[in-house]
């Protein structure tokens, strides 16, 4: 399976960005699916993630409201449809895939369970 990350850039505070994740090789519809973050000098962090079907998404709370995960099975793609960005939004952005498919709140924001990564697209926010 190989994940291929775009749609980041430069934009100012309080724009929006959507970034895209397509994949090829594997079941992708059968995949659950999740990005992450990491800023200059800190941990990669989980931002969100969605479920096989759509049915189930997971963000953490500092994103709630903002951003919004989707997917396209028929095109094998991720979305995150990123609104009123904020600085600390700064980041290289990782989509990743989970080939067991079934996350839940406390599964989908571990490292561990995602079996494949993309390289990363950056974002940048300015105030």
């Known amino acids: 399976v190989q994940l291929q990350a775009s749609g980041g850039g430069l934009v100012q505070a309080g724009g929006s960005l959507r970034l895209s994740c397509a994949a090829s090789?594997?079941?992708?519809?059968?995949?659950?699916m999740g990005w992450f973050r990491q800023a200059p000098g800190k941990e990669r962090e989980f931002v969100t993630a969605?479920?096989?079907?759509?049915?189930?998404?997971y963000y953490t709370d500092s994103v709630k409201g903002r951003f919004t995960i989707s997917r396209d099975n028929a095109k094998k793609t991720v979305y995150l449809q990123m609104n009123s960005l904020k600085p600390e939004d700064t980041a290289v952005y990782f989509c990743?895939?989970?080939?067991?498919?079934?996350?839940?709140?406390?599964?989908?924001?571990?490292?561990?369970?995602?079996?494949?990564w993309g390289q990363g697209t950056q974002v940048t926010v300015s105030s």
């Open positions: 990743a895939a989970d080939t067991y498919g079934v996350i839940d709140r406390k599964s989908a924001r571990s490292d561990y369970e995602y079996d494949y």
């Open positions: 090789g594997g079941t992708f519809s059968s995949y659950a």
């Open positions: 969605i479920s096989w079907n759509g049915g189930s998404t």
